[in-house]
């Protein structure tokens, strides 16, 4: 069997305690066309949420783009994810599509997206289900399903008003126009725009930045905000403060506080002047 069918779609690579899977078919601008391009991308990312040693992720692109969605010949030719009925292509959505939101959404350590290129249709959906988004210059993000005549399928109507707020994911999603990469940066859907040949030096160095923090703590941290977004204050608080009371009883917690107030130590300021919060 030969093309790009026939290999890995996805490389992964690790590098201390960060993980970076790079999808891996730039002659098809990483698209994902088929129902084991979807599972194996999922199955990476539990494979990463499995391992307790990896603190973060992240996920880019090889070549030009990061992400170019689906396979639109398929969908002329009424193959792959257009093939069959109605309860066929629903089926199909759920045992693979989702598979990767749903990954996404699970994992308890950060997610960086590090988007190299255009990241449309399901590419941009990929993007907004990580936790931190950076953009090269070249960059650009459409929610482009409705120019084909589709809707949504894979999350991203659920994401997307979340990140960048409900009329500026209304023009995203009526209009189907592409968002260049500063655009996103001033409507929030990424936190920075670099050089392309910085990229992934920059996810790297936020990545390496958030694995020297303890663990146990990131990740309660990460499951905080995350329900924040579909929870009373209530139950937040009360979330809060279980993951609090595990925290200050880790020994993670005290070796961070010698270390701190060593640091302070070491410069001649006192102890009040620490850093951190309760």
Avoid at 226 to 232: L, Y
Wanted: proline share 4%; net charge neutral; with cysteine.
């Amino acid at each position: 069997m030969s093309g790009p069918a026939a290999r890995p779609f996805v490389q992964a690579s690790r590098q201390g305690d960060v993980v970076t899977l790079r999808l891996d078919h730039p002659e098809t601008l990483n698209r994902l066309a088929s129902e084991a391009q979807f599972l194996e991308l999922a199955g990476q990312i539990r494979s990463v949420a499995a391992d307790t040693s990896v603190r973060a992720l992240v996920i880019t692109g090889q070549g030009a783009a990061f992400c170019a969605g689906g396979d639109i010949r398929n969908m002329a030719a009424r193959e792959g994810f257009s093939a069959g009925t109605a309860a066929d292509i629903e089926e199909r959505y759920r045992r693979s599509v989702h598979q990767v939101p749903r990954a996404l959404s699970e994992i308890d350590i950060p997610t960086i997206a590090a988007v190299n290129g255009p990241a449309y249709g399901a590419g941009c959906d990929l993007a907004c289900f990580c936790d931190i988004r950076l953009a090269a210059r070249n960059a650009s993000f459409s929610f482009s399903f409705v120019q084909l005549g589709i809707v949504p399928g894979d999350g991203g109507a659920w994401m997307l008003p979340r990140l960048i707020g409900r009329s500026n994911a209304m023009e995203m999603a009526f209009t189907a126009d592409p968002v260049d990469a500063e655009t996103a940066l001033r409507i929030g859907l990424v936190s920075q725009v670099v050089d392309g040949s910085q990229l992934l030096d920059r996810a790297h160095a936020i990545a390496n930045r958030i694995a020297q923090h303890p663990a146990r703590a990131v990740r309660m941290t990460k499951r905080l905000l995350r329900d924040a977004e579909h929870t009373t204050l209530a139950k937040h608080l009360d979330l809060a403060a279980a993951f609090q009371a595990i925290a200050h009883l880790t020994p993670e917690h005290l070796t961070a506080v010698e270390a701190v107030l060593a640091r302070l130590q070491a410069r001649g300021l006192p102890a009040a002047r620490a850093e951190g919060a309760d």
